[in-house]
């Protein structure tokens, strides 16, 4: 597979309200918890639009610290919080107690998953791969900010390798640093001298070890919860209101965000036909929850499927890249269109649109109607909900979310979708082997027919087009 072009900076999209209360042992969306204590911060990496870590992503997180330094890190009575950084193809960061203790990266080359650890992990897990041990007298100097030297190690882990990630631990079992092997276990046998270990410093953060779940999360979110919730039904209340004429809708992709917003509107006392656009290129469990959520809410579904226009574009454009997203006007909105036209004329539409996704959807106003359907209004009732405010809203309403969510997917829509990292990509691949059997032959036969090396399709080269061309984003929620 190949790598993805380099990661761009992200911007700081904005102020992430993400705090941990030592009282509660939970994560708080804000200052004050329910209980009345006051809260903490925590240090992540911008755009920080943290989520929680599913079954999946708890065993494969454990899978991989178990490979690297011996032991599982995540412990069973803790819940895990995943933020997704920028890189070259897909690295989160690994929250604990309030800390970030580790993030791991996937790199594509390599087809596998590396960890680069902090300090804190070993407040949860006490490695015993990738370690390195020092006597009292360096292990002070290396808290203070030296290299790990030659002179002052005891212990070094016979499977050490130069460029690993190791823990650097006292005698008395303290990590005292982390950092990057500069000499391999071989090479340190009979040295007396030489950089063993270049440290990465970190400040040290607070770790809560308590025992937590999600349910101390969500009582320490109450308030909070319940003022977002107000705010986005009277916002939603108020859209209607002035917008008498146009018949108001829910559109539903079958994503947490528009679970969500469909949510809202049914608190502010409507029950909205629910607009969903079928790609023709959908995972089945999406289906399948668009169905539950009708079901489940006593709402009618009204669907148009974009596949035609698709495979038609297709044939012209070659396959949509991370840069050349062609395929949502296609088979997104185009369908979304015919549906507006066809029942009312002009509807206004209740989007799960929130600015913390992109730099253009944090520019995006809260109401506007989009050029490609000016018969559809759209209004973004959780603008400024982080993902935590809605994963802790579906936990509290005990709402029937994709279960995609929970086989790994931070993000929900076409089962190729060409800005989905290579990782994720890898995992489809496996979960799903004949939809993506048929989807590599169409692009084989697209390349062969347009003069492409073999490893365009075979190393994902077609995601990625040598001219920046306009991104859809602004045009891709429906």
Same mark, same amino acid.
């Given at each position: 597979?190949? =790598?993805?072009?380099?990661?761009?900076?992200?911007?700081?999209?904005?102020?992430?309200? %993400?705090?941990?209360?030592?009282?509660?042992?939970?994560?708080?969306?804000?200052?004050?918890?329910?209980?009345?204590?006051?809260?903490?911060?925590?240090?992540?990496?911008?755009?920080?639009?943290?989520?929680?870590?599913?079954?999946?992503?708890?065993?494969?997180?454990?899978?991989?610290?178990?490979? $690297? %330094? &011996?032991?599982?890190? @995540?412990?069973?009575?803790?819940?895990?919080?995943?933020?997704?950084?920028?890189?070259?193809?897909?690295?989160?960061?690994?929250?604990?107690?309030?800390?970030?203790?580790?993030?791991?990266?996937?790199?594509?080359?390599?087809?596998?998953?590396? *960890?680069?650890?902090?300090?804190?992990?070993?407040?949860?897990?006490?490695?015993?791969?990738?370690?390195?041990?020092?006597?009292?007298?360096?292990?002070?100097?290396?808290?203070?900010? +030296?290299?790990?030297?030659?002179?002052?190690?005891?212990?070094?882990?016979?499977?050490?390798?130069?460029?690993?990630?190791? %823990?650097? !631990?006292?005698?008395?079992?303290?990590? *005292?640093?982390?950092?990057?092997?500069?000499?391999?276990?071989?090479?340190?046998?009979?040295?007396?001298?030489?950089?063993?270990?270049?440290?990465?410093?970190? $400040?040290?953060?607070?770790?809560?070890?308590?025992?937590?779940?999600?349910?101390?999360? @969500?009582?320490?979110?109450?308030?909070?919860?319940?003022?977002?919730?107000?705010?986005? /039904?009277?916002?939603?209340?108020?859209?209607?209101?002035?917008?008498?004429?146009?018949?108001?809708?829910?559109?539903?992709?079958?994503?947490?965000?528009?679970?969500?917003?469909?949510?809202?509107?049914?608190?502010?006392?409507?029950?909205?036909?629910?607009?969903?656009?079928?790609?023709?290129?959908?995972?089945?469990?999406?289906? =399948?929850?668009?169905?539950?959520?009708?079901?489940?809410?006593?709402? +009618?579904?009204?669907?148009?499927?974009?596949?035609?226009?698709?495979?038609?574009?297709?044939?012209?454009?070659?396959?949509?890249?991370?840069?050349? #997203?062609?395929?949502?006007?296609?088979?997104?909105?185009?369908?979304? #269109?015919?549906?507006?036209?066809?029942?009312?004329?002009?509807?206004?539409?209740? @989007?799960? =649109?929130?600015?913390?996704?992109?730099?253009?959807?944090? $520019?995006?106003?809260?109401?506007?109607?989009?050029?490609?359907?000016?018969c559809q209004l759209s209004a973004a009732p959780i603008q400024h909900w982080t993902a935590m405010h809605v994963w802790l809203y579906l936990f509290r309403e005990e709402a029937p979310y994709n279960?995609?969510?929970?086989?790994?997917?931070?993000?929900?829509?076409?089962? !190729?979708?060409?800005?989905?990292? /290579?990782?994720? !990509?890898?995992?489809?691949?496996?979960?799903?082997?004949? !939809?993506?059997?048929?989807?590599?032959?169409?692009?084989?036969?697209?390349?062969?027919?347009? &003069?492409?090396?073999?490893?365009?399709?075979?190393?994902?080269?077609?995601?990625? #087009?040598?001219?920046?061309?306009?991104?859809?984003?602004?045009?891709?929620?429906?």
């Open positions: 597979m190949a =790598q993805r072009r380099p990661a761009k900076n992200s911007p700081f999209l904005a102020p992430v309200p %993400f705090y941990w209360c030592d009282v509660c042992h939970a994560p708080v969306m804000g200052r004050i918890c329910t209980c009345g204590a006051k809260t903490r911060p925590v240090s992540v990496t911008p755009p920080g639009d943290v989520r929680p870590a599913f079954e999946r992503d708890r065993t494969l997180v454990n899978r991989i610290f178990e490979e $690297q %330094f &011996g032991v599982p890190l @995540i412990p069973d009575d803790q819940i895990a919080i995943l933020n997704k950084v920028p890189d070259e193809d897909r690295m989160e960061e690994i929250i604990l107690g309030g800390a970030v203790v580790c993030a791991i990266r996937f790199l594509p080359a390599e087809n596998r998953w590396e *960890v680069l650890p902090r300090e804190a992990a070993a407040e949860f897990a006490s490695p015993t791969k990738r370690i390195i041990r020092v006597n009292d007298e360096a292990a002070g100097y290396i808290k203070d900010g +030296s290299s790990v030297l030659m002179p002052g190690v005891t212990f070094v882990s016979p499977d050490i390798a130069v460029g690993d990630a190791v %823990f650097v !631990m006292s005698e008395a079992g303290e990590c *005292v640093a982390v950092g990057r092997a500069k000499m391999s276990y071989e090479e340190t046998v009979g040295a007396t001298r030489g950089q063993l270990v270049r440290t990465r410093r970190t $400040q040290k953060p607070v770790v809560d070890t308590h025992p937590t779940t999600w349910d101390d999360a @969500i009582r320490a979110n109450k308030n909070i919860l319940d003022i977002y919730e107000n705010k986005s /039904v009277e916002f939603v209340k108020d859209v209607i209101s002035k917008n008498p004429d146009l018949t108001p809708t829910v559109s539903y992709s079958g994503g947490k965000d528009s679970l969500v917003t469909l949510l809202i509107t049914l608190k502010a006392g409507l029950k909205l036909p629910m607009i969903f656009a079928d790609t023709g290129l959908e995972f089945p469990e999406t289906i =399948q929850n668009v169905k539950d959520v009708a079901e489940k809410y006593g709402l +009618s579904v009204i669907s148009e499927c974009g596949s035609e226009e698709f495979w038609k574009e297709f044939e012209v454009q070659g396959p949509p890249a991370v840069d050349f #997203r062609w395929c949502c006007k296609s088979c997104k909105l185009a369908p979304v #269109r015919r549906i507006i036209e066809k029942n009312w004329g002009e509807a206004v539409s209740f @989007i799960g =649109q929130r600015k913390f996704e992109s730099a253009k959807r944090m $520019q995006s106003p809260r109401v506007w109607r989009n050029k490609n359907v000016l279960p995609l969510y929970e086989l790994g997917l931070d993000r929900i829509g076409c089962f !190729m979708c060409p800005s989905s990292d /290579v990782a994720c !990509m890898k995992d489809i691949e496996a979960r799903y082997p004949e !939809m993506w059997k048929e989807w590599e032959a169409k692009l084989s036969a697209w390349g062969d027919a347009h &003069g492409m090396p073999k490893q365009w399709a075979e190393k994902s080269l077609w995601r990625i #087009r040598e001219r920046n061309e306009e991104d859809a984003d602004t045009d891709s929620h429906f």
